[in-house]
């Protein structure tokens, strides 16, 4: 079965400290995966997709097929990287996604 | 301005009363999509839409119905509302470029309690 596993519900990092969003994912094949975050008070929008192999507001995300990963890293977080960040996979009919329960960040400064 | 719009923000139902949460988007977006949000479970896929005329069930379509008459709406139907049906719903539109799907823009939930 199709699954995204976001282990964190809660993490919370100081400012300055690198900070790191695990997701595991379940899938047979070559996944395509996303992450989107969640502002305060804003709409949930996309941070990065695998394909692209972008560096979003500092975030990376490098796929790991051995690990069945897709874990977000920043060297450095900010207190504006506060949010929820959801995991997202785009399943094996390439029409239907998956998404993590997602994991809510706090920057303490 | 692009957008995902939804209507209405917030409804307070009763169980049985069927009611129509509507989605629309102005990006001449192929692909739509419905997801409920509910605490400890992330976001589900309802319902999605690869193209007018075009629907399919997501994770959990049990109790939902959509329609895609126009390219722009797609509206989530609750025939008879249970309150498991309690929780926040949002809408999706994306690009789709030869298989490939571009950034989902996400509208901005509709709360929904049904007591």
């Known amino acids: 079965a199709q699954r995204v596993t976001q282990p964190e519900k809660l993490l919370s990092v100081f400012k300055g400290a690198p900070v790191e969003l695990k997701c595991n994912y379940s899938y047979s094949g070559s996944p395509e995966l996303f992450w989107y975050v969640q502002y305060s008070r804003q709409r949930l929008q996309l941070l990065l997709r695998?394909?692209s192999r972008e560096s979003i507001k500092g975030f990376t995300a490098d796929l790991n097929k051995g690990e069945t990963s897709f874990h977000l890293k920043k060297p450095f977080a900010q207190e504006e990287d506060s949010a929820m960040y959801y995991c997202a996979l785009l399943g094996e009919t390439g029409n239907q996604f998956y998404f993590g329960t997602g994991t809510s960040l706090t920057v303490i400064p | 301005e692009a957008q995902v719009t939804q209507n209405p923000r917030y409804l307070i139902t009763v169980t049985g009363k069927k009611l129509t949460v509507t989605c629309s988007q102005n990006m001449n977006h192929e692909y739509m999509s419905w997801y409920r949000q509910d605490p400890g479970l992330g976001l589900r896929q309802i319902y999605y839409?690869?193209?007018?005329?075009?629907?399919d069930k997501g994770d959990v379509p049990e109790g939902y119905k959509v329609s895609r008459k126009e390219k722009r709406n797609f509206p989530l139907i609750l025939e008879s509302p249970s309150p498991n049906q309690t929780s926040l719903y949002f809408c999706?539109?994306?690009?789709?470029?030869?298989?490939?799907?571009?950034?989902?823009?996400f509208g901005p939930g509709t709360r929904l309690t049904v007591l």
């Open positions: 695998h394909i």
């Open positions: 839409s690869m193209n007018v005329e075009v629907t």
């Open positions: 999706a539109s994306s690009l789709v470029l030869e298989g490939s799907y571009n950034e989902q823009f």
